[in-house]
């Protein structure tokens, strides 16, 4: 939304109340693939990777994700 893209349910991620915030504090951006989701911080690096459909990963946006 801040960057002026589509914020339709189809494009939406659902995250709880904590990855959400974390996702804003470090200014994080989601990229949906058929098969997952990436995190990339704002240098466009890969910050980690969580499978779609993935029930609740341990720390998606933390410690124990891949990157």
Known sequence: ??????????????????????????HLTIARHPDRWDYHRPDGSLHSTVPRGAAHPAHPLGQGATS
Request: proline share 4%; with cysteine; charged share 25%.
């Open 1 to 26: 939304w801040e960057q002026e893209r589509r914020t339709d349910v189809p494009n939406g991620i659902l995250l709880c109340w904590t990855h959400h915030q974390e996702v804003h504090r470090h």
